[in-house]
Each structure stands twice: as C-alpha cells, then as structure tokens.
C-alpha cells in the first residue's frame, strides 16, 4: 500500500472521506504526499467506481476535482474496502466557508468562485453528462499561494492565500438526454431536494439546464427568490438562472459571458469592486 489513512474529513451517504499521507512518494511520483481518500466497502461501492471512472475521464478539467486512480485495501477486520484517490481540498468545502464567514462572502470572492464552477460546469455539460448535484457542499475549496497585483499597484507586492473552487461528488451524475426510470409512476428525484429545478421535481428530468437552476439556488439562499441587496449584475445573473422556462435559462457558457463573471480574477476590477462600497456587501448568506 502506497499511503496510509489518516483523520476523518467528512462522511456522506455512500462513503466515507479520510486524510491520506502517502508512504513511498518514489514509487509513484504523479501522487501529492496529501490527499483525500474516499472509501466504502467493496460489496457497497458500484456508484464510487462509476464516480471513478467519470472523474478520471474529466482529468483535464482544472475546475473538477482530480483523481489520482482507485485501490483496494483490507481493512483491520479483515474486510475489502474500494478507495478512490482525490486530490485534498484543505480549504474544505464551499459551504464551510460561507458558515464562517456568517455574513456572506465578498462579492469579488463570489465571481471568482462563480466563475470556475461555470467553467467546470459547461466542460462537464460539453463532456455530455448532468451533475444533478450541484451546491456549496459539493464545491471543494484547494488552498494555493499567489502574488496579490493589487498590492503592486502602491509599490508592494504580497504573497497572499487564495481559494480555488472544483467541483467534487459526482455520485449522482448521469448522461444527458438518458431519462431516468419512473417508480409507481413517480418521477424519480436524485440530488438534494432544497436545489432541484421545477422539471426535475415535477417530471423527474434532469438535463444540463436543471443544474444551473441549482447554481441560482445556491446564489439565493436555497430559495428561488432574488435576495434583496445584491448589485445589479448579481441580481441580473440570478434572474438568468432562475428561469421556470427551459428555453429561456441561460446555458453555462452564455453565462460565463455574463458581467457578473465575465470580469472575475481580472485584478484591476476586483482593485475597483474593493474601493466601492460594494466590497462590504455580501451577496447572500449562500455565497
Ligand atoms: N477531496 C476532498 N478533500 C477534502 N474533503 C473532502 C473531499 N471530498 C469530500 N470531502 C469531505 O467529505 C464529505 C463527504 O464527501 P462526498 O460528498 O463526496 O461524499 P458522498 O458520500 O458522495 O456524500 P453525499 O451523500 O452528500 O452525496 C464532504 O462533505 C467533504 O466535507
């Protein structure tokens, strides 16, 4: 075995997420000395390989978590446990980081964070597959260390800590255009329930526009209202998003076009939304 489990980082439905040192980095040098290990037992873990396979297929992408392979171990009980490698997300997860900031994030954060899961999204939608579970406990945040140009503007030049948001947990995917079987003529809901778009709830479907209706979900605090206090390019990129009517609702890369994003991570804009009183406005508890 080429690492060793360490401390627990989360636990979901179907897994659970461990901290993972790797033990002889010689003997795989494409492998970080961290990562996170999400495991179940073998007899349980059909929907982790199929996660697998799909997030190895979107390696390429750096808005998606990345996969460094899958492993089996035997457990202390003697029992066989499936280990999907992942690249560890120490920042944690978005929603960690809304419920600590209380208030809401910075709008220039909100962009910039916007604007990568846009860019993860329309790959994901391009590769011909629906996340179906799109929201801030599935945006995990990596940690990396970068020059502040805002500061070089007055003569100095810091090295600050930034977040970058990838999308995680792709249990639940599916292939767009692939109908999901009815139950007793129910239409069969996956994903979390306060997210789902209208058609999804009402006729089980589940297409590339309905994880963008779960984008302004996110944005608006688990309601399908526009929050009151958001600048106007925040509440114009909701009123997008927020669209009962499919053909109306924009795509993922019409919304990358967007102002609300188009300017993120461009730094002289973000020098100007941070000496605007703006840059003291949270939009929204969610983002
Ligand atoms: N790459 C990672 N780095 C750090 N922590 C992670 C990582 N992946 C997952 N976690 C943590 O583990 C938790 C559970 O992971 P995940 O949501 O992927 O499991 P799941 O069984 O698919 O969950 P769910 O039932 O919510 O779909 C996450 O909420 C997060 O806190």
């Not at 805002?150 to 995917?173: C, H, W, Y």
């Not at 329930?193 to 589940?206: C, H, Q, T, V, W």
Request: aromatic content about 8%; some cysteine; proline content about 5%.
């Amino acid at each position: 075995m080429m690492w060793r489990r360490g401390k627990i980082l989360g636990k979901g439905g179907s897994a659970m997420v461990y901290l993972a040192a790797v033990v002889s980095p010689t003997s795989n040098d494409l492998l970080p000395s961290l990562m996170a290990v999400k495991s179940a037992p073998f007899y349980k873990s059909r929907c982790l390989a199929k996660e697998e396979r799909l997030l190895s297929d979107f390696a390429d992408c750096p808005h998606i978590i990345r996969c460094f392979g899958e492993d089996l171990t035997i457990e202390e009980d003697g029992e066989q446990w499936y280990n999907m490698l992942l690249e560890h997300a120490a920042g944690g997860s978005l929603a960690d980081r809304i419920q600590s900031f209380g208030r809401g994030l910075p709008e220039s954060e909100v962009r910039r964070f916007t604007k990568s899961l846009l860019m993860g999204i329309s790959y994901i939608h391009k590769k011909g597959y629906v996340h179906c579970d799109i929201k801030p406990h599935n945006n995990m945040l990596l940690v990396e260390e970068k020059d502040d140009f805002s500061m070089s503007l007055n003569g100095k030049r810091k090295r600050v800590q930034e977040s970058t948001a990838k999308i995680a947990d792709f249990g639940l995917a599916k292939r767009a255009g692939k109908k999901l079987k009815a139950k007793e003529n129910k239409p069969r809901l996956r994903g979390t329930a306060l997210y789902m778009a209208p058609e999804s709830i009402l006729r089980g479907e589940y297409e590339p526009h309905a994880d963008i209706w779960t984008v302004g979900i996110g944005f608006s605090e688990k309601v399908p209202e526009i929050p009151s206090g958001l600048s106007k390019e925040a509440e114009d990129f909701l009123k997008k998003c927020l669209v009962r009517d499919l053909r109306s609702r924009w795509t993922a890369d019409m919304l990358l076009g967007h102002p609300f994003v188009s300017a993120a991570n461009n730094a002289l804009h973000n020098l100007l939304i941070a000496s605007t009183p703006a840059s003291v406005m949270s939009v929204s508890s969610y983002f």
